[in-house]
């Protein structure tokens, strides 16, 4: 065990993983530079044509990751930010999320591609996207969005080793957190959520950051006597929805807090399956607790309000759980 | 089958045109009949073009194609009947039953697909091209691309990477005149795609698209270029397309001009044929290989008819490596 940064964690996921497995390989926008932290001293340990530069062309150079995969490559994209996702929209959704399937089985795509949410710093609406439940509504691709270094490193790790295509979401808000990681075989597999807090009154699920808030809130209300359990999917798809549905049935009351925006966010999919999978075990309405559909503003007065914040958590478990008084003798 | 021409790769030419022609003449005949789901987009008058183009592959070479997608399998050399299977929609078609005519693709032939997203398949050619190099394997992968899809940025990118990365592959524009009624001259700037090439710095190559031997000389001078590492080349193939955007569709999206019997008389099946038989090949030889090719397009059709649907079941296989669980509220109705 190490305490290493979230991007640490990236870093020698993705290291250790190159080093097991010659097929792997990464490429994308200014990764010989070492842009965000997670390829340092890569070129030097596995030379220029593991570790490609590519032109910004991310239809293209995502596109290509799926050709590389499909005749027997493992590759790994670097897309930077997730906004840049946007470009490449149909070559995800297009050939890397349908080939297997439209072939009948014949192709297979072992790769993942990383980007980073890059909210929360004023970069205005272009670049500070969390797309990931746009992808969740694409069959065929499956999503890790962490919360932690060490779910990072092993999640990641997980989905290098994947015969399915990962989108890995890395949310920036975490990228400096530290946490105590696993060195070497520290694999995490896809779809298996975690309790991050045991509680008894109410269930927060946290979507990536969304979780560090939920335990932040949680804290706060254990002042007020609300005892809350943070659950962390890490997993998008698939989703855990069995370990949320028993979380569910012991505490009667759901929040789900995501930093994505509200309408068919991960929040609502986690939210109408709590309501269709545990309607009789609920004693108040599920809330979420999301960014608003409008865009994000570049000036930071406006900016921060809009994301999940501990208070507007805390108001939310109130909502539900009731204001606890304390019973007469 | 005939007896002579097995090795012969002048009638193995012939035979893959044949195939093609005679293979689509028989999908759109029972396509009119409703025996086929879905839309059928046919190939027919471009078979020199797919068939130059493949005869100058090797079988284990990468190819990736487009929804006109009958010819190309075919023209590498793949068998008929998982071909027409999937047309039929059935379990045995060569996708399973999930990909239908848009998608007839034969990956034990080198095949990555064929692709109903027009110009999609630029940036998969350039990664199976890196794939093979990184691998240090002296594969090369081949992508068709229609006279419509050289307006779309992916095309652009696919080629931008593979000549930047100097990767082995050809870019195929099959240039059939037009992108589903538009006419290529209201859609593509320039005179010729293949003038495009000058902007990557890749050889830029025109090629007469009827005749399958200048197909065939030209993609092989770029195999061999991409083979040698010396990187990628672009082919504009000028061919014509018979049909419709799609057949039977009841009504005409294309009127065609005068210049449709002009592309017609040079028919490529038609002149290759001539030109055997000028160089000494017996007519009698190449009908036997027409007679043998309409008893394989009639077994491929019989074994199609002969096939199960896939069960219901089989919609979830294949999103992922393992099935998708299957709803019991959907399972219940299906």
Same mark, same amino acid.
């Given at each position: 065990?190490?305490r290493i940064?979230f991007?640490?964690?990236?870093?020698? $996921?993705q290291?250790e993983e190159?080093?097991?497995?010659?097929?792997?390989?990464i490429?994308?926008e200014?990764?010989?530079c070492n842009v965000f932290g997670t390829?340092?001293g890569?070129v030097d340990a596995?030379g220029?044509?593991r570790v490609?530069?590519t032109p910004i062309?991310?239809?293209g150079f995502?596109? $290509?990751?799926?050709?590389?995969a499909?005749v027997?490559?493992?590759?790994?994209?670097?897309?930077?930010i997730s906004?840049?996702l946007?470009?490449?929209?149909?070559?995800?959704?297009?050939?890397?999320?349908?080939?297997r399937?439209i072939?009948?089985?014949?192709?297979?795509?072992?790769l993942v591609?990383r980007s980073c949410?890059?909210?929360?710093n004023?970069?205005?609406a272009?670049h500070s996207?969390?797309?990931?439940?746009?992808?969740m509504?694409?069959?065929g691709?499956?999503?890790?969005?962490p919360?932690?270094?060490s779910?990072m490193?092993?999640?990641?790790?997980?989905a290098?080793r994947s015969d399915?295509?990962?989108l890995?979401?890395e949310?920036?808000?975490?990228?400096?957190a530290k946490?105590e990681?696993?060195?070497?075989?520290h694999?995490?597999?896809l779809?298996?959520?975690d309790?991050?807090?045991?509680g008894?009154d109410?269930?927060?699920i946290?979507?990536a950051g969304g979780?560090?808030?939920a335990?932040k809130a949680a804290r706060?209300?254990e002042?007020?006597?609300?005892?809350?359990e943070?659950?962390?999917?890490?997993?998008l798809?698939?989703l855990d929805r069995e370990?949320?549905?028993?979380?569910?049935?012991?505490t009667?009351?759901?929040i789900?807090?995501?930093p994505?925006h509200?309408t068919?966010?991960?929040?609502?999919?986690?939210s $109408?399956?709590?309501?269709e999978?545990?309607?009789d $075990?609920?004693r108040?309405?599920?809330?979420?607790?999301?960014t608003?559909d409008?865009?994000l503003p570049?000036?930071p007065?406006?900016?921060?309000?809009?994301?999940?914040s501990?208070e507007r958590?805390?108001d939310?478990?109130?909502?539900v759980v009731?204001?606890?008084q304390?019973?007469?003798? | 089958?005939t007896s002579t021409?097995e090795?012969?790769?002048?009638?193995e030419k012939?035979r893959?045109?044949?195939?093609?022609r005679?293979f689509?003449?028989k999908?759109?005949k029972?396509?009119?009949?409703?025996?086929i789901?879905?839309a059928?987009?046919t190939?027919?008058g471009?078979?020199?073009?797919g068939?130059?183009?493949c005869?100058a592959l090797?079988d284990? @070479?990468?190819m990736v194609?487009t929804?006109?997608?009958?010819g190309?399998?075919?023209?590498?050399?793949?068998?008929?009947r998982?071909?027409m299977?999937e047309?039929?929609g059935?379990?045995?078609?060569v996708?399973s039953?999930?990909g239908?005519s848009?998608?007839?693709?034969?990956f034990?032939m080198g095949?990555?697909?064929?692709?109903s997203?027009?110009?999609s398949?630029?940036p998969v050619?350039a990664?199976?091209?890196?794939g093979?190099k990184l691998q240090?394997l002296?594969?090369?992968?081949?992508?068709?691309f229609?006279?419509?899809?050289?307006s779309e940025?992916a095309?652009h990118?696919g080629m931008?990477?593979?000549?930047v990365?100097s990767?082995?592959?050809?870019?195929?524009?099959?240039?059939n005149r037009?992108?589903m009624s538009?006419p290529?001259?209201?859609?593509?700037?320039?005179e010729?795609?293949a003038?495009?090439?000058?902007g990557?710095?890749?050889?830029g190559v025109?090629v007469?698209?009827q005749?399958? @031997?200048a197909v065939?000389?030209?993609v092989?001078?770029a195999?061999?270029?991409?083979r040698?590492g010396?990187?990628?080349?672009?082919?504009?193939?000028?061919?014509?397309r018979?049909?419709d955007?799609?057949?039977?569709m009841g009504?005409e999206?294309?009127?065609?001009?005068?210049?449709h019997? @002009?592309?017609?008389?040079r028919?490529?099946?038609?002149?290759?044929?001539?030109?055997?038989?000028?160089a000494?090949?017996?007519?009698?030889d190449?009908?036997?290989?027409d007679?043998?090719?309409?008893?394989e397009v009639a077994?491929a059709l019989?074994?199609?008819?002969?096939?199960?649907?896939p069960?219901f079941e089989?919609?979830?296989d294949?999103?992922?490596?393992d099935?998708l669980?299957?709803?019991a509220?959907?399972?219940a109705h299906?």
């Amino acid at each position: 065990m190490a305490r290493i940064t979230f991007l640490e964690a990236i870093m020698q $996921a993705q290291q250790e993983e190159m080093q097991r497995d010659d097929k792997v390989f990464i490429m994308g926008e200014d990764v010989r530079c070492n842009v965000f932290g997670t390829t340092t001293g890569f070129v030097d340990a596995f030379g220029a044509e593991r570790v490609r530069d590519t032109p910004i062309s991310e239809n293209g150079f995502i596109g $290509a990751a799926g050709g590389a995969a499909m005749v027997g490559m493992r590759p790994i994209v670097d897309a930077t930010i997730s906004s840049f996702l946007f470009p490449a929209m149909d070559q995800i959704c297009s050939i890397i999320a349908k080939s297997r399937y439209i072939y009948g089985g014949q192709a297979k795509l072992p790769l993942v591609i990383r980007s980073c949410l890059f909210y929360g710093n004023s970069n205005a609406a272009q670049h500070s996207d969390r797309p990931y439940p746009m992808f969740m509504n694409m069959p065929g691709l499956k999503i890790i969005a962490p919360s932690c270094a060490s779910d990072m490193k092993g999640l990641l790790k997980a989905a290098v080793r994947s015969d399915d295509p990962v989108l890995s979401f890395e949310d920036s808000t975490c990228w400096m957190a530290k946490d105590e990681v696993p060195e070497g075989e520290h694999v995490i597999p896809l779809g298996k959520g975690d309790i991050k807090r045991e509680g008894s009154d109410v269930t927060i699920i946290g979507i990536a950051g969304g979780v560090n808030v939920a335990l932040k809130a949680a804290r706060a209300l254990e002042q007020e006597g609300i005892s809350a359990e943070v659950i962390d999917p890490r997993t998008l798809v698939p989703l855990d929805r069995e370990l949320i549905l028993q979380s569910v049935r012991k505490t009667g009351r759901a929040i789900c807090v995501d930093p994505a925006h509200m309408t068919c966010s991960a929040a609502s999919e986690i939210s $109408a399956t709590i309501v269709e999978n545990a309607f009789d $075990a609920l004693r108040a309405p599920v809330l979420r607790v999301t960014t608003p559909d409008t865009h994000l503003p570049f000036s930071p007065h406006i900016e921060k309000p809009l994301y999940p914040s501990v208070e507007r958590i805390v108001d939310a478990a109130r909502k539900v759980v009731g204001t606890r008084q304390t019973q007469p003798a | 089958m005939t007896s002579t021409g097995e090795n012969d790769p002048r009638l193995e030419k012939y035979r893959r045109m044949q195939r093609i022609r005679q293979f689509e003449a028989k999908a759109e005949k029972i396509h009119a009949d409703g025996e086929i789901p879905g839309a059928l987009h046919t190939y027919a008058g471009m078979e020199a073009s797919g068939v130059g183009s493949c005869m100058a592959l090797r079988d284990d @070479d990468y190819m990736v194609g487009t929804h006109r997608s009958h010819g190309h399998p075919i023209a590498k050399g793949a068998k008929l009947r998982p071909l027409m299977a999937e047309l039929l929609g059935k379990k045995t078609g060569v996708c399973s039953g999930k990909g239908g005519s848009m998608h007839l693709s034969d990956f034990s032939m080198g095949s990555l697909g064929e692709t109903s997203i027009v110009g999609s398949g630029g940036p998969v050619t350039a990664g199976a091209a890196l794939g093979a190099k990184l691998q240090g394997l002296d594969r090369v992968a081949l992508c068709f691309f229609g006279d419509g899809a050289s307006s779309e940025g992916a095309i652009h990118e696919g080629m931008n990477l593979a000549a930047v990365w100097s990767l082995p592959a050809i870019f195929v524009c099959e240039n059939n005149r037009f992108g589903m009624s538009t006419p290529t001259s209201d859609a593509v700037a320039g005179e010729n795609v293949a003038d495009r090439a000058h902007g990557y710095g890749i050889p830029g190559v025109i090629v007469d698209g009827q005749d399958v @031997d200048a197909v065939e000389a030209a993609v092989r001078e770029a195999v061999d270029r991409a083979r040698a590492g010396k990187g990628p080349t672009l082919i504009e193939t000028k061919t014509y397309r018979y049909g419709d955007h799609a057949v039977n569709m009841g009504r005409e999206l294309t009127p065609r001009g005068p210049e449709h019997d @002009d592309w017609v008389k040079r028919d490529p099946i038609t002149i290759y044929r001539q030109r055997l038989i000028e160089a000494g090949v017996a007519e009698a030889d190449l009908d036997a290989i027409d007679t043998a090719v309409a008893d394989e397009v009639a077994d491929a059709l019989q074994f199609a008819r002969d096939s199960e649907y896939p069960v219901f079941e089989e919609a979830f296989d294949d999103v992922f490596v393992d099935r998708l669980p299957i709803p019991a509220e959907v399972q219940a109705h299906a």
